[in-house]
């Protein structure tokens, strides 16, 4: 009979594990010498929910637990005081998952490695795993980094999550997860959650992923807590044995012929065989993946339409033929006929280019899928596989305005969205050592001139040193059989010098020269947009009082503290223009009298007062800007009642394969409790045109607003829209953004000069169609102004959520609105309550003056590469306030900022030191080299700052005043 339990016992602590198939759970009880105790379950497992999105990787639904009744334990001895344990579980026919816990009496750890055996691609889209739900624990108290943290569990008020590491402790004893990726802990309801690598409740991707050589992989820490700094010790102790216990990598077996690509110093390899080909090596000047295991460079999706199956096939094997026809600096590599259901499939071919540029270090990737098989419809097709291993890796991700993975591998991640949309604005990442010189980075960018929808994936391993960047494109033509086509563009593989800021600049090169979306290169700046709202430089955001009794709460994200009076969003807002001195822009809410996310696309008639109000504003130099939604109508369109929706927009909303509508929930409910059921519109339709345009008609014409806030447009991602009855080819393609594009000249084309039209978030390929992008969602942690460097004076970046769940917490509020100076942005997106809070607002004051200043600057020049900057007061941690994620993320913020612009036009150079600290703060900042004859703008300073040239450029050092600043100019 199968073993169900197992024990460890030493002087530290008692360790028991019970699997019960039962609850599909892992039990875990840990005893410590004191009598306290810790009693713990996992029920990990991956699923699919089946639910159609609009994702392009289709995966069957089910559920697949980790811990069932066939899962086979195995416990081994291997002496020195470790026990060995192996649980392993079938999920399907074709693949396993494997648990190793590894108990090291000495060091008073358990080592967790999980990893999936399979021959054939396991894709899910949701996983967990180690997962810890705590049923009982004296151990209440918890200590949490990096940045530092700590409190009592049950007084936790949001679950948060960290980078490093989390340890349930008292006084004596602990309980730490660490050396995953980031760890989450959830008060809960008196049982706390405590997961490992958190990252991974969102992954979406291929299981297989995980490998023995490549595994996940967590410490359990349960030595006796002897504070925060022997802690951390241990912790990076571990996390160098962890490497010694890895399998040794053995050498990829000899079974093809190797094809190396050369181009200038970047080296690539693939193993080329009778039935497949591998990436088996990234090297050359910079050893970016080597002594690796080979990996299937592409995965194909394949619908069968007779039977409706769908197959994961991949360029390693299956293969009938594998041909190679080189010629200098180009091969093409051509894969014939798969075996689909064990029967190769006839008249279908997968053909990858690759193009070398020796003179730039640089590989180009083209990839055709020849499908002439009237049977067969491909779902999907991936660029090929970038995978990294071994050293320091910085990893650059294209999320909000760019965000940096400090040393990646070592603390695990994963980050899958789809580009263009919300969360991914560019499709370019880098990966660089920063200890190295030379060409000491790699770019791996998808240049695609019509901006196509990709789905992204990119997934770094703490311990193992090793990352993987995946680029899967959808299909045109799905649901179609023998629907051939070509992976829009290229991708790109280069070896830079440098940082993310040398990378963004290669991506730069292409966007100005090469981009559709933005219709002169030649251009600096974007005269079409009225002068107004070029220069503005402050948005606020508020909302109307609801008028219609079926309107709902405001959402807690952006809530103001206390219900609004009647003529507050007007006086309020005309008070702060006063008190600031210059214009402001107003992004009004809840103006229609219909409810927020319900019966769109009906905003007439508006609310009482709202004609009259914009009227005031405006004549007190508040330009006023509505919202209404670009994407979405309402199923229920008139409360209850289908009013025009199936008459009417029932043909032009976005449908799935199988012929549903394409619906989405927000908090809205329509007047019997359901929610609100909005359908996505099809841009390609004349209708949805029409519509949008009789709205903004209005509300120029009529009430006479300066511009209009059109939602979701860059912030949703492209619906993959089968409707046979529109006009372009059902799924991917570039159909989507050119039919928004040319939605937008329309509407353009019938607004008065001097209006404006903006949307939300910054994906790029709308750039050339609206005024300005709301870029609410640049809170991450580690920015970067690598999306300001690409299109500032392009297009306008308008603000920050810094309402709602963070609008008391002045630190963050100072950091992020300074931050929005330094990467150029219109400040704000805050309440017009600001006026009054006298914490907040003087700040606030000196930030916007100094934007409005420096107008002409941000809309003529460039961020230069921002300048290191130390100070002597510690980092404040915090926490984003957006949405309700799994876990609030804890970062850090520096109290002192900096950076550097440069005006295109006249070469001038600006610099901008900023002190959010509500305390004097000393500084050194390293800068490129600033003449003598710089000229000092504002120097809030305790003592004359000291500019020194040093070897590398210059150098100052000041001591800030309590929210101070210095502005230094010079001519280049």
């Not at 291997?78 to 060091?107: I, K, N």
């Not at 197959?311 to 689909?340: K, M, Y």
């Not at 090929?384 to 991700?397: M, T, Y």
């Amino acid at each position: 009979m199968t073993n169900r339990t197992f024990d460890w016992k030493s002087a530290g602590c008692a360790v028991s594990g019970q699997l019960n198939p039962d609850e599909q759970q892992l039990a875990l009880t840990v005893t410590y010498p004191d009598g306290s105790r810790l009693a713990a379950t996992l029920r990990d497992g991956c699923q699919n929910p089946g639910k159609q999105g609009r994702s392009s990787l289709h995966v069957p639904s089910g559920q697949w637990p980790f811990f069932t009744a066939k899962t086979a334990i195995e416990c081994l001895e291997p002496g020195d005081g470790q026990l060995t344990v192996h649980l392993r579980t079938p999920l399907d026919p074709d693949a396993s998952c494997v648990y190793r816990l590894d108990f090291l009496e000495q060091a008073q750890a358990i080592l967790v490695r999980t990893w999936f055996e399979g021959s054939l691609p396991f894709f899910v889209q949701q996983l967990r795993w180690l997962d810890f739900q705590i049923l009982a624990t004296d151990l209440d108290q918890y200590s949490a980094g990096m940045p530092a943290w700590q409190g009592t569990v049950g007084a936790m008020p949001e679950p948060l999550s960290f980078t490093d590491y989390v340890a349930l402790k008292n006084d004596n004893n602990a309980f730490a997860l660490c050396n995953s990726g980031r760890v989450l802990l959830a008060p809960g309801q008196g049982h706390p959650r405590l997961a490992a690598f958190a990252d991974l409740l969102q992954y979406q991707d291929n299981l297989l992923r995980f490998s023995p050589d490549e595994p996940l992989s967590a410490w359990i820490c349960l030595a006796p807590w002897a504070g925060n700094d022997a802690f951390l010790q241990q912790r990076d102790r571990l996390a160098e044995r962890f490497l010694g216990l890895l399998p040794p990598q053995a050498p990829a077996a000899d079974t093809g012929r190797a094809v190396d690509i050369q181009a200038g110093e970047l080296n690539v390899r693939l193993d080329w065989r009778d039935h497949g080909l591998l990436l088996t090596r990234i090297g050359g000047a910079l050893p970016v993946y080597e002594q690796g295991s080979p990996l299937a460079l592409v995965t194909l999706q394949v619908l069968d339409l007779k039977t409706g199956q769908v197959s994961q096939l991949t360029s390693a094997q299956g293969w009938q033929a594998v041909t190679l026809v080189h010629q200098p600096d180009r091969w093409v590599f051509s894969l014939v006929r798969p075996l689909i259901d064990n029967r190769p499939a006839d008249h279908f071919a997968l053909q990858l280019t690759a193009l070398a540029r020796p003179e730039q270090n640089r590989v180009e990737w083209q990839v055709d899928v020849l499908n002439q098989n009237p049977g067969l419809s491909v779902l999907s097709c991936d660029f090929p596989l970038l995978a990294f291993r071994q050293g320091h890796w910085d990893l650059f991700l294209p999320k909000a305005s760019g965000v940096l993975l400090r040393d990646a591998a070592r603390h695990g991640s994963h980050l899958a969205a789809i580009y263009p949309a919300y969360t991914l604005s560019m499709p370019w990442y880098a990966l660089w050592q920063p200890e190295r010189s030379g060409l000491n980075g790699f770019y791996c960018g998808a240049h695609d001139p019509d901006g196509c929808r990709k789905d992204l994936a990119s997934t770094t391993l703490a311990g193992s040193a090793s990352g993987r960047i995946r680029i899967t494109c959808p299909g045109e033509g799905i649901g179609h059989g023998a629907n051939s086509f070509s992976l829009p563009g290229q991708l790109v593989w280069q070896l830079f010098g440098g940082d993310w800021y040398d990378a963004a600049l290669l991506y730069r090169a292409f966007v100005h020269g090469q981009a559709n979306w933005l219709p002169d290169p030649a251009l600096q700046g974007r005269p079409d947009s009225p002068d107004w709202f070029r220069d503005m430089p402050f948005w606020i955001m508020d909302w109307l009082p609801n008028g219609n009794p079926d309107k709902e709460p405001i959402p807690v994200s952006i809530r103001p503290e206390t219900p609004p009076g009647p003529r507050d969003w007007i006086d309020l807002a005309i008070q702060l223009q006063k008190a600031l001195g210059v214009p402001i822009g107003y992004h009004v809410y809840n103006w229609h009298h219909i409810p927020f996310n319900n019966d769109f696309p009906h905003y007439f008639p508006v609310e009482p007062g709202f004609a009259d109000g914009v009227k005031e504003l405006q004549a007190n130099d508040v330009q006023v800007m509505p919202y209404i939604n670009g994407r979405l109508w309402d199923t229920l369109d008139k409360r209850d009642q289908d009013f025009r929706y199936s008459k009417e927009a029932l043909p032009h909303a976005a449908k799935h394969l199988d012929g549903s509508v394409m619906t989405e929930s927000y908090a809205s409910h329509e007047p019997d409790g359901r929610l609100c059921q909005l359908a996505v519109m099809c841009p390609s339709t004349w209708f949805w045109t029409r519509e949008l345009q009789s709205v903004t008609d209005r509300l120029f014409e009529e009430i006479g607003v300066k511009a209009v806030y059109i939602d979701q447009v860059a912030a949703a991602a492209q619906a993959l829209c089968c409707d046979p009855g529109h006009n372009h080819l059902p799924g991917g393609g570039n159909w989507w953004n050119r039919s928004y594009q040319a939605l937008m000249r329309e509407l353009n084309r019938t607004n008065p000069a001097d209006r404006a039209f903006t949307t939300e978030c910054n994906a790029e390929p709308h750039a050339g169609s609206f005024d300005g992008y709301l870029t609410w969602q640049w809170i991450e942690p580690e920015q970067v102004p690598a999306f300001p460097l690409i299109y500032a004076g392009r297009v306008a970046m308008l603000g920050r959520n810094i309402n709602g769940y963070k609008k008391k917490d002045m630190p963050y509020c100072k950091f992020h609105i300074a931050e929005q100076v330094l990467f150029g942005q219109q400040i704000g997106w805050i309440n017009a309550d600001v006026v009054n809070d006298p914490q907040k607002f003087p700040f606030l004051k000196k930030m916007v003056h100094l934007r409005w200043q420096y107008r002409e600057l941000f809309n003529h020049g460039l961020p230069q590469r921002p300048p290191q900057v130390t100070s002597d007061i510690p980092d404040t941690p915090s926490f984003a306030g957006m949405g309700r994620p799994p876990a609030w993320q804890v970062f850090a913020m520096p109290p002192v900022r900096a950076g550097i612009w440069r005006d295109s036009q006249n070469s001038k150079q600006v610099l901008f030191v900023i002190n959010t600290a509500d305390q004097e703060t000393g500084c050194t900042v390293e800068l490129p080299r600033i003449p003598a004859d710089c000229r000092w703008i504002h120097r809030e300073t305790t003592g004359e700052p000291i500019l020194t040239e040093t070897a590398a450029g210059s150098c100052l050092e000041a001591r800030l005043e309590a929210e101070g600043m210095i502005v230094i100019e010079w001519d280049a």
